[in-house]
């Protein structure tokens, strides 16, 4: 069996190009008014690969709002409580109760103890500190993610979904620190983030058709309800759950804060010590390549080792075999920690993964304003980051885990401490028995790594997790 990707909704499967984006997140008081509430909106979420209206322009030259849903397990609890089921084939109560199993596990939960001390989410990153401290994190049973072409309509539109959801009796979490009290932002010109990197270069391919072709991922990466041989994804009974998630996936919502003048500081402070090093590239510009595996305009190192091409280069068709010591793109890199490609596991990591390393869907977009320089203004700035997969604790809590501890690879064991070390751009550099350090080769003969110290960049504000359903189950939900 594979994919109908018109059930799929197209968030995580295709790209939209409105340039502001927003994320709500509403409590349910009343489940009737609340799926009152879906059903208005559910009709306009799209599916498929190419939804209309959504892409590309419309008639009158602009984009039309695109909006999408996601719940948590108590928020679909209280949904399905008011249904009987009849005439569906569903049994809410087996539903709820195997959705209440999967996010209450404590290897799923991003609140559970065991999840933060493996994630490292301590002391400045700890739980308590999230969503500005005042929010409760099991409330947030509906997020609601909206896209929008301007300000005017995002003030339109903001305005609309506010007071229908009054209506409904859904209480809306708020964030001061946004001008529009919701988790919202944009996708700056170009791509460009706050670090100075432009963003969304690499692309999944991936294999709706199952065929198994080189160079594609497979959709069981994404997708839940379709398990297979090489693929075990709960559930892996056929029956109501299975029919319940199938085309759904997991969508991860993380919200960062990137202290961009302690990035900035750090790559003119340390500016002297990678000149020599730099050949005709600038000496920071350099540096921060290094660090994230690309250079600022987004073309791969492995590509372009030496000098940043002009123009970029977007090719994504380049691998790591050829370059063991990290000469070309640091091992340490973020790219490189975050998607190893055909960089070899461990025998325990390759039994893990036995199709490769795990992949995510990758979405979100920056909020607060610019920073040049090195003085910090105060502003709150960042990234709201949505990361969908079919598998949280192997797949996004396995990246996050290599982040701040890279023992992923036997291919460390070269470098002193290596599997002790941790992503240069954001690794937490409090962690217990760390090394905290940069180790960047030299082409040089003879001449050692590149060791600087490294200092903590982002800082998590809050963590969640979602079910994103397919369009069936999310009109289910609605009645």
């Known amino acids: 069996m594979t994919p109908n990707t018109d059930n799929i909704q197209s968030l995580f499967i295709t790209r939209y190009r409105h340039p502001l984006r927003a994320v709500l997140l509403f409590r349910i008081i009343d489940p009737a008014a609340a799926r009152g509430f879906l059903r208005d909106w559910a009709g306009s979420v799209n599916g498929g690969l190419a939804p209309p209206g959504s892409y590309t322009d419309t008639g009158g030259g602009s984009l039309e709002p695109v909006y999408h849903f996601a719940f948590n397990w108590p928020g679909t609890a209280l949904l ?5 089921g009849a005439g569906d084939g569903l049994d809410p109560e087996e539903v709820g109760t195997n959705l209440e199993s999967f996010f209450t596990k404590p290897e799923n939960a991003p609140h559970s103890r065991s999840v933060t001390v493996s994630l490292d989410m301590l002391d400045a990153n ?6 500005e401290g ?5 409330a947030f049973h509906i997020a609601m993610i909206c896209y929008f072409a301007d300000d005017t309509q995002k003030t339109d539109e903001l305005a609309r979904i506010r007071a229908a959801a009054a209506t409904a009796g859904l209480v809306e979490w708020q964030f001061q620190s946004f001008e529009d009290n919701a988790l919202s932002g944009h996708v700056p010109d170009q791509g460009i983030l706050h670090f100075g990197f432009r963003d969304g270069v690499s692309k999944i391919d ?46 991860n919502l993380s919200w960062l804060y990137q202290d961009v003048a302690a990035f900035n500081a750090y790559l003119h402070e340390q500016r002297a010590a990678a000149e020599p090093h730099s050949g005709a590239a ?19 190192m492995a590509l372009h080792p030496n000098t940043m091409p002009q ?62 320089g090195t003085q910090d203004d105060g502003l709150d700035r960042g990234l709201i980051g ?17 982040i701040q501890k890279t023992s992923f690879s036997d291919q460390f064991d070269a470098i002193r401490r290596g599997r002790k070390r941790q992503d240069m751009m954001f690794g937490f550099r409090g962690k217990r028995n760390a090394e905290t350090t940069t180790h960047i080769p030299v082409e040089a003969a003879g001449t050692p790594a590149l060791k600087l110290p490294l200092k903590d960049f982002i800082r998590y504000k809050g963590l969640a997790v979602f079910f994103v359903p397919s ?9």
Request: hydrophobic fraction near 35%; glycine fraction near 8%.
């Open 126 to 131: 700890a739980p308590e500190h999230w969503w």
């Open 206 to 251: 991936i294999d709706w058709e199952d065929t198994g072709a080189a160079g594609k991922t497979n959709f069981r990466e994404l997708l839940l309800g379709y398990p297979s041989d090489s693929y075990k994804i709960s559930p892996t009974n056929p029956g109501p759950w299975q029919d319940f998630v199938r085309d759904g996936t997991y969508l």
């Open 386 to 402: 949505l990361f969908a997969c079919a598998r949280i604790n192997e797949q996004f809590y396995s990246v996050v885990r290599w």
């Open 134 to 138: 005042n929010a409760d994190p099991s």
């Open 80 to 84: 399905l409580a008011t249904r009987n």
């Open 471 to 479: 369009l069936k189950t999310l009109n289910y939900l609605a009645g």
């Open 311 to 372: 123009p970029w280069d977007p090719s994504d068709r380049f691998g790591y075999a050829d370059d063991d010591e990290g000469l070309k793109t640091p091992l340490f890199s973020h790219i490189r920690v975050c998607n190893p490609r055909d960089q070899g596991l461990t025998h325990a990591n390759s039994v893990r993964f036995p199709n490769g390393p795990p992949r995510l869907i990758r979405r979100g977009f920056s909020y607060g304003p610019p920073l040049e």
């Open 282 to 300: 600038d000496p920071e510009e350099w540096l921060a390549a290094k660090m994230m595996g690309r250079w600022r305009n987004g073309s791969a």
